[in-house]
């Protein structure tokens, strides 16, 4: 009997740190993503991603930083499925690539009138 298919590794790491421990130990292989049940009410965890999209196409430095957490490899982290320890790594990473791209416009206030 073929077994079902197994969560991502981002969902068993209880921090950052663990997660290529955790996909190391579930091996390689075909995971299930998140469904749409899956996504998280982590709004403060999706404003960042957002603002950090922003710092990504603008920054080298903080493309780089970001380049081993990208969304393909790393669904779960993304859609804000796992652990809090491992949410609030991925916040800090997501900083620290916002900090290494030059200020990003304030997309809630309108832009100055021209003078």
Not at 62 to 70: K, M, N, P, Q
Not at 84 to 112: I, M
């Amino acid at each position: 009997m073929p077994s079902p298919p197994t969560s991502h590794p981002d969902r068993a790491c209880a921090t950052l740190a663990n997660l290529d421990a955790a996909g190391a130990a579930r091996g390689s292989g075909p995971f299930v993503p998140p469904g749409e049940g899956a996504r998280d009410c982590r709004i403060d965890l999706k404003l960042l991603q957002w603002r950090a999209r922003q710092a990504l196409a603008a920054s080298e430095p903080a493309r780089a930083r970001l380049a081993g957490l990208s969304a393909e490899q790393h669904s779960d982290l993304w859609a804000g499925t796992v652990q809090d320890g491992a949410a609030r790594g991925f916040a800090v990473a997501l900083e620290e690539a916002l900090s290494l791209a030059p200020p990003l416009p304030d997309a809630r206030r309108p832009p100055d009138p021209p003078q």
